[in-house]
């Protein structure tokens, strides 16, 4: 069975960090390309960040230089550090893998984790 297991969300306060963790299992995860993503309620789902397969990473505008993405292959999991965080952060964050490219598609998708940031 295919999982991917986000974790790590929370309140924090602007300005502060937050580091969110995916683990997966039931597929080869080393040669899967790994993003985050994330849904404010009343938006569409936007992508953050991804690592592909050869730990090539890539950000969205809006949170580059703040966030870093990394990835342990030995522990089949993706990690999300969050710095600098601002309210507009506030989202639940997905994470999804996808065979080659971060530009999709991705086909297997996590339960999401809640960041919220107050001012």
């Known amino acids: 069975e295919v999982q991917l297991q986000a974790s790590g969300g929370g309140l924090v306060q602007a300005g502060g960090s937050l580091g969110l963790s995916c683990a997966a299992s039931?597929?080869?995860?080393?040669?899967?390309?790994i993003g985050w993503f994330r849904q404010a309620p009343g938006t569409e789902r936007e992508g953050v960040s991804c690592?592909?397969?050869?730990?090539?990473?890539h950000y969205a505008d809006s949170v580059k230089g703040r966030f870093t993405i990394s990835r342990d292959n030995a522990k089949n999991t993706v990690y999300l550090q969050m710095n600098s965080l601002k309210p507009d952060d506030t989202a639940v964050y997905y994470c999804?893998?996808?065979?080659?490219?971060?530009?999709?598609?991705?086909?297997?998708w996590g339960q999401g984790t809640l960041v919220t940031v107050s001012s």
């Open positions: 690592i592909t397969s050869d730990g090539s990473t």
């Open positions: 039931g597929f080869t995860f080393d040669d899967y390309t």
């Open positions: 999804a893998a996808a065979r080659f490219v971060c530009t999709g598609p991705y086909v297997y």
